[in-house]
């Protein structure tokens, strides 16, 4: 079966500074990945997802990830994080038929 | 344009009762899909609904069930209630003619079910 594992929980970080949030998959074929953000009371948004060709994505809010395949890894990275950022962060990889597997998710808390 | 809308916003039940939670998918959209999401875990996968019929399972037992209508709107029902029922359900919808590449699934606001 397919997993996603996210290895931090919480991040802090200082308004300003870079942030990288790490993800793992297992997934035998070529994967579909995505990044979600949470805030609080929210439902899921999709910030990018990678299904092939440039291994590194754009995405909104001026969010970036890299897939790197013989890591297993689509870590996600912005290079100055504000404020509004906090919040909790899901990478997921879609199986067939649609189906969403996510990991345990990243809370982010920003320092100003 | 209204997004995926999920009603009720909170819900209390005692163990054993049932409950049913709602979700009207994104205008233009025709497949939904459910998810759970435990304190402190990501959403799980509990099943999706197009043309009115469950068509793929996740693995929850057959306590949760679910309904889609003619509207697309859908329906999760969940019997005989647990403590570990507990949870924020996530509904997301999305067009299902063309490819996931292509069609974005997208997620209402959930509902949050206390178990007590």
């Known amino acids: 079966a397919q997993s996603v594992t996210q290895p931090d929980i919480h991040i802090t970080v200082s308004e300003g500074a870079s942030l990288e949030l790490r993800c793992n998959y297992s997934y035998g074929a070529t994967p579909y990945l995505f990044w979600y953000v949470q805030s609080p009371g929210q439902g899921l948004q999709l910030l990018l997802k990678?299904?092939?060709?440039?291994?590194l994505v754009q995405g909104i809010k001026g969010f970036e990830a890299e897939f790197k395949r013989s890591q297993s890894s689509f870590n996600l990275r912005k290079p100055s994080v504000h404020w509004s950022d906090a919040a909790e962060y899901f990478c997921?990889?879609?199986?067939?038929?649609?189906?969403?597997?996510f990991g345990a998710g990243t809370i982010l808390r920003v320092k100003s | 344009d209204a997004g995926v809308t999920q009603s009720p916003t909170h819900l209390i039940k005692t163990r054993g009762q049932q409950v049913t939670l709602r979700c009207s998918p994104k205008s233009g959209h025709d497949t939904v899909s459910w998810y759970q999401q435990a304190l402190g875990q990501g959403p799980q996968f509990i099943f999706q609904y197009y043309e009115e019929e469950e068509r793929q399972r996740g693995n929850f037992p057959d306590r949760f069930s679910g309904h889609q209508f003619p509207n697309y709107s859908s329906e999760l029902n969940v019997n005989a209630l647990l403590l570990g029922d507990s949870a924020l359900y996530l509904c997301a919808s999305r067009l299902r003619a063309g490819t996931p590449v292509i069609n974005e699934q997208f997620f209402g606001p959930g509902t949050r079910l206390t178990v007590l």
């Open positions: 997921a990889v879609m199986e067939y038929g649609n189906k969403l597997v």
């Open positions: 990678y299904f092939s060709g440039d291994t």
